[in-house]
């Protein structure tokens, strides 16, 4: 395949930086992560995120989760925590592992949806931190999939589920992993998706 292509008006491109430009400009994205591939935008962006909810079919109530390449692009939505809180979560970082923080009244309430928690995972995955890096911006990260379905994992499956719906699909492969990140309440500590108690993956991540 071409390094940059388009077919309509969605961008299928290799390339990190123009994949990240249509980011900027306020557009909707697909892009690879640790185990599956992501629908995102920057999260600051309340007109985008809820295109992402109506691109994916998910209910506002359920809040978006954020990826980044460093904390600080979003610790401002974030409150304080117990050092050992804090250090719990970031011992896990960078990797695969969400957490769900205290989000500070500043927050999008489109981010947090119904609850009083940010979910937030720095990521490990070399093309969600050079995306990031490029866009200036952290960004929300829903799996690739039409609600209820399962999630793709290349950029063929998300252009055959989203033939028109993108501004772009950045095409590089996922990191691998064979399930979706864990999710961990980041104050009681309690596990919400995978760990101990082994939670079944959600396909509407």
Known sequence: MADEATTGRVLLSADIGAVADRICAGGVVAYPTEAVFG???RP???AACERVLEIK?????KGLIL???DLAR???WLEPIAAQSQARAEATWP???TWLWPARSSCPPWLRGSHTRLAVRVSADPNVRALCAAAGSALVSTSANRSGEAPCRDAACVMNVFPAELDAILDRPCGG???PSTI????????VRGGPTNTPPDANE
Do not use: K, N
Not at 184 to 191: A, F, K, L, N, Q
């Open 74 to 76: 979003i610790a401002f």
């Open 39 to 41: 629908i995102g935008c």
């Open 95 to 97: 990797g695969p592992h």
């Open 184 to 191: 961990r309440d980041v104050v009681s500590g309690e596990w």
């Open 177 to 179: 992993l064979g399930q």
């Open 57 to 61: 079919g998910r209910e506002s109530a």
């Open 44 to 46: 600051a962006d309340a």
């Open 67 to 69: 990826v980044t390449d």
